[in-house]
């Protein structure tokens, strides 16, 4: 298993400890701070691992399946649990989620009829608003940082939305040659 590989595979395992420490007080107050340091690091390593593997070609079957499934389960663990503090909406959780079944759905009728849906700039900034709006919620710093994660709600919103129509978009042929 290559390095990009290790490190997807490390952002998996990743999860279920961040999801311990916002959902428990075993730690009391440190708990908001392992959290936030756990979600940061495997933050980093999404950014890494696409590095890494492209720069010296480094690229699997594993990563290009796993890759996103980790991101997928990093930033979907995440805002589930921000919604019982309060710090998201469960209807704004509810449409990114949602967001994510469809295009998994759509590269799996894609990858059915032979074609490959790579990942549009429109998802990764999608990716990288959702992965400032999480740390941000965490943080919870008070003061000008909640106009903040507001406004990277809103935005983490708007691209989840147009990512997704640009995705479809894109690839509409999938609807009517794969099968659908």
Do not use: H
């Amino acid at each position: 298993m290559n390095l990009p590989n290790k490190l997807t595979v490390l952002r998996v395992i990743m999860v279920p400890f961040f999801v311990f420490f916002m959902l428990t007080d075993v730690g009391g107050a440190a708990n908001k701070w392992i959290s936030l340091a756990i979600f940061v690091v495997a933050s980093l390593t999404d950014m890494l691992d696409g590095k890494i593997a492209r720069k010296y070609n480094l690229v699997t079957n594993f990563g290009k399946f796993m890759d996103p499934l980790a991101d997928k389960l990093l930033v979907c663990s995440a805002i589930i649990c921000l919604i019982p503090s309060g710090k998201l909406d469960a209807a704004i959780v509810i449409v990114i989620i949602a967001r994510e079944f469809i295009i998994s759905g759509f590269r799996l009728v894609a990858s059915d009829a032979g074609i490959v849906i790579a990942a549009s700039y429109w998802g990764k900034f999608k990716t990288v608003f959702q992965m400032a709006m999480i740390i941000v919620l965490i943080a919870d710093f008070g003061g000008v940082f909640d106009l903040i994660g507001t406004i990277l709600i809103w935005i983490a919103v708007a691209l989840t939305v147009i990512s997704l129509i640009d995705y479809v978009w894109k690839n509409r042929q999938v609807l009517t040659q794969g099968g659908m």
